[in-house]
């Protein structure tokens, strides 16, 4: 079992940064590949970013690519997402989630872990 806490997330104006962080529970958490998701008001969750076990490979959404990094640091259990030149259409809740996979994981389904989610708003 992985628990997973995300915190980070607030209120921005557009333009401006935020860094999410993930805390993980466990003593494999290299093991894991690690995930960012968010679901906006209406619409559907969508993949954000992708990290594999070691942090050597990543892959981002295209609307992100350029402005949010996905990072980890597995002696500290945690995965980042820093988010730049944020827009109003990047809020929506948040969602960390984790895959036993040495491999980057961007389908949602297969994933077997998540957290309760952190919300960022954008205002214009």
């Known amino acids: 079992q992985v628990q997973l806490v995300e915190s980070g997330g607030g209120l921005v104006q557009a333009g401006g940064s935020l860094r999410l962080s993930c805390a993980a529970s466990?003593?494999?958490?290299?093991?894991?590949?690690m995930g960012w998701f968010r679901r906006a008001p209406g619409k559907e969750r969508e993949f954000v970013a992708a990290i594999n076990w070691s942090g050597a490979s990543t892959l981002y959404l295209d609307s992100v690519k350029g402005r949010f990094t996905i990072s980890r640091d597995n002696a500290k259990n945690t995965v980042y997402l820093q988010m730049n030149s944020l827009r109003p259409e990047d809020t929506a809740v948040y969602y960390c989630?984790?895959?036993?996979?040495?491999?980057?994981?961007?389908?949602?389904?297969?994933?077997?872990?998540w957290g309760q989610g952190t919300q960022v708003t954008v205002s214009s």
């Open positions: 466990g003593r494999t958490f290299s093991s894991y590949a």
């Open positions: 989630k984790a895959v036993h996979a040495i491999v980057v994981v961007t389908k949602t389904y297969e994933y077997d872990y």
